[in-house]
């Protein structure tokens, strides 16, 4: 018995000593670190920038992050640490060239392992090409100059700004390929210029730049004030009401023309009144309208189904192959607009656009001045356009008609002015019962006034030499600066 005490006690000792050994033996895994395996280019002077490596640790051991910066400045040495990543934060250096990023790891047995990011600063870019929709809130700079390569739709949701001075341009395109920056329903565009840093939309072909504007030169250096067609246009779409019909009846939403019917982005109309699709100010908008289909070219502005919430004032269209600004149905009201050389209507609306347009210049459009039809289906509102000075023709540039209204219009205008009226030139239609005139003069003869209505002249019509439209707050577009506003 005492012997078999003996050899259990010498069996634990043995087995004692050998979990001893093995506990002293033990080893841990060194950390490891691993970099990108692609160069990071990033711009000149860009902030606010990272780069993320992937790290294993031992689970039983600790560990410390270091990063050191060569061409770049590191914002958080440590890093920000989340499972197997480690971000680190840093900012681009002034000076282009080749860049790097090393972070070691240490753990708490003193193993360590690293690696490196390779950057590459470049020179700042100036131009970015804008080839996909906007699906989320974004902000365009007036460092940058944007170029809108296809149809750009800001869609439900997502929030474009725009800053002041901020220069955006159209590529070249027709029929399905017509480049244009679209508002979807539910979308937002926060273009809010000023006088001194107006927002201009033009195409590619346009040399001016947002330098131009910061230094006051908001005339294009190559293009000329009648050169139309080049690119599409903007078109703002929203969830107010229309008055709208198909062979089934009345629609309270259908697709804008200019866009493919397959693209939901299209469509406009509702049943909010004060839908906000966001605020569109100091914009100017150029040598658009491209040609979409036989006879249809996009307007300067489209407004659809626009709702009273959204803000539209101090807006110039130059040389739009189409119509100035057309509305479609909605409730928004605009103010404070010149319209200057376009190919079709300085003015148009449809579907009982129930808003008004206040303080405004029309010059020289070969449509109509004021293309003014009714409600297309059951529902009728009317708008009202008042406080305007329109110039109807020049020594190269006759407008087709003065005021085109259907029998069904509903619009009351008021206060306009028209100046270089010539023969041909006509109020084409004074017996609707919808349109009321009052403040109407034409600057003629007064023996001529009949010539230019057609039917027995309304007593709001008269002859007339003073200007109706407060000249001096469009002083900031090119239409001003050019000095074609002195004539009126």
Known sequence: MKIRILSLLALCVTVLFSCTKEEANSTYDAPSVSAPSSVMNVQSGATGLSVTFNTSVDADLTATYQATGNGVTIANPTGDVSGNTVTINFDAGNTSGAASITLVVTDSENQDDEATAVINVGAEVTEILLTTNVTEDVTWTADRTYILGGRISVESGATLTIEPGTVIKGQAGTGANATALLIARGGKLMAEGSADLPIVFTSIADELTGEDIANGNVASPNLDPDINGLWGGVIVLGNAPISASNDNGDVSEVQIEGVPTSDPNGLYGGNDPEDNSGVIKYVSIRHGGSNIGSGNEINGLT??????????????????????????????????????????????????????????????????????????????????????????????????????????????????????????????????????????????????????????????????????????????????????????
């Open 303 to 488: 407004l659809g189904g626009v709702g009273s919430g959204t803000v539209v004032d101090n807006i110039e269209i130059v040389a739009n192959q189409d119509d100035g600004i057309e509305w479609f149905g909605g409730t928004v009201n605009v103010t404070n607009v010149a319209v200057w050389n376009v190919g079709d209507d300085g003015i148009d609306t449809d579907q009982s656009w129930n808003g008004t347009l206040d303080n405004f210049v029309v010059v020289t459009p070969t449509g109509h001045c004021f293309e003014l039809d009714g409600p297309e289906g059951s529902a009728k509102a009317g708008h009202t356009i008042q406080n305007g000075s329109i110039l109807a023709s020049s020594d190269d540039r006759v407008s087709e008609d003065l005021i085109n209204v259907d029998e069904n219009s509903i619009v009351s205008l008021k206060n306009l002015y028209f100046k270089n009226v010539v023969e041909g030139q006509m109020i084409n239609r004074v017996t609707a019962e919808g349109v009321t005139f009052e403040g109407i003069e034409i600057n003629v003869a007064a023996e001529n006034l009949a010539n230019h209505v057609n039917g027995e002249v309304p007593a709001g019509v008269t002859i007339g030499s003073a200007t109706k439209a407060d000249i001096s707050v469009l002083s900031w577009t090119w239409t001003s600066k050019s000095g074609v506003l002195a004539e009126l």
